[in-house]
């Protein structure tokens, strides 16, 4: 492996062919929205990020979240840089809680829809987290970088942890989800 993490050249070359009006996707770059319809086939799972301030317990849904690196552990969120949540996130530990498919409401709750269901805080860690979650993730600020209308928070995994037990809440398609189940094993559980 070279020390180069990216050739300019190819960078340029890109640039320039994304360019609106240089090609059949121009039409769809010229419409977020018909972009945003065409990222939403991909299936992601829900987390809500928590975390405290000034005592109070506060939280928030997202769908971009992915491991970025074992060594340093490291995970990875996608916040709107609009996002009230965001200056925490980059100066106080949080906690990235991976959402079960029996939890909508909470998924809901973080996403300005408030419910009536009280959430089970746990406070173990870091930072507060919500318990019952299939994984969570307690993690210290690592970095933050631009992601163009959003910011890449990247933060370290300081501890974390799963229950088997359960399926995973998703999003596809503007809409939520679970994972279907197998004819063949009507539990939804694989060898």
Known sequence: MTDIMWDSEIYEKAAD???????????????PRQLRNALGNFATGVVVLTYESGGEFYG???????????DPPLVLVSMQRTSRSLTYLLERPFAVNVLGDDQLDTALHFAGKPQSRPVAWVEDGAAPRIGGSPAYFQCTPW?????????????????????????PLLFYRGQWSALAQDSDDPEGRRP
């Open 60 to 70: 928030i849904t997202v769908n971009s979240f992915t491991s970025v690196s074992l």
């Open 17 to 31: 062919a994304g360019t609106p009006g240089s090609g059949p996707a121009a039409s769809s770059l010229a419409d």
């Open 143 to 167: 970095a933050g970088y631009d992601g163009g209308d959003h910011v890449l928070v990247l933060g370290r995994v300081v501890s974390h942890g799963q229950r088997d037990d359960t399926s």
